[in-house]
C-alpha cells in the first residue's frame, strides 16, 4: 500500500519558493514553524529532492522536544524516516540529513547512479534502486509502502512536487503564502518543469481551509480525484 502523500511549501505571495539562485528564505514566522514541525511529527517519513539537500542542507528532524517524546511513547523512532530522491547519488556523505538526529534514512537513486557514490550511502542509509535515469517515483512509494510508511510529507523542490504530481501521487497540498514578492522567472515554484498543456490534463483541487497565521495565510487543498 503506498503512503498517503502531503506536500508542504512556504511560497511568497507571487508563488516563488526561493530566489532564482536557489538561495533560502525566510518565507513564514514561528507561527508556521511549529504547525510544521507537528505536521513532521505526525508523519512516518518526510521526503525532499536532492536539490533542496544541496542548497538548503536540512535535518528533517522534529524540532519539539515534547513531539519526540510523544513519538518515542506510542513505539516510532524519535524522527521520521527521511528520504531524499536523488537519482545521481549525489547526497554528500556530510550532509545533515544524514547526521543529523537518530532514526533510519532512505536514499532513492536510480540505476544509472554511480555505483561507488551508491555504495559510499549505502553506510549511512538505505538505498532503493529504482528508474533507469531518474528515480521512478511510483515505485518508490511502493517500497515505502512496504517498509511501513504510510504517511509521506514532502517538503520540496518543485522538481520533485512536479513528479509527483505528474504520477498522480499527491493526496494533500499545504500552501503557507508569505508576506513578500520575490520575484523572477527562474525561482523555484511549487510545481516546476515544463507543466501541462491542455487544461484537461491540470491538477483539480478542493480547497479544505483557510488559516491565517503570521503574516500570511495557510491554504490547505485535498487532490480531486476523477
Known sequence: MRPWVVVNVAMSADGKLSTRERRQVRISGSGDFARVDRLKANSDAVMVGIGTVLADDPSLTVKNLDYRKERISQGKPEHPVRVV????????????????????????????????????????????????????????????????????????????????DREGLIDEIYTYIGSMVIGGKDAPTLADGPGWIRETDFTQLVLADITQIDDGVLLHWTVKRS
Open 85 to 164: 530522491v536523488d537519482s545521481s547519488a549525489r547526497t554528500p556523505p556530510g550532509a545533515s540529513i544524514l547526521s543529523k538526529g537518530d532514526g533510519p534514512r532512505v536514499i532513492a537513486v536510480s540505476r544509472n547512479a554511480d555505483p561507488a557514490r551508491a555504495d559510499a550511502l549505502r553506510a549511512k542509509a538505505t538505498v532503493i534502486v529504482t528508474g533507469d535515469t531518474e528515480v521512478g517515483l511510483a515505485s518508490l512509494l511502493d517500497e515505502l509502502g512496504d517498509m511501513g510508511i504510510r504517511r509521506l510529507m514532502v517538503e520540496g523542490g518543485g522538481t520533485l512536487i512536479a513528479g509527483l
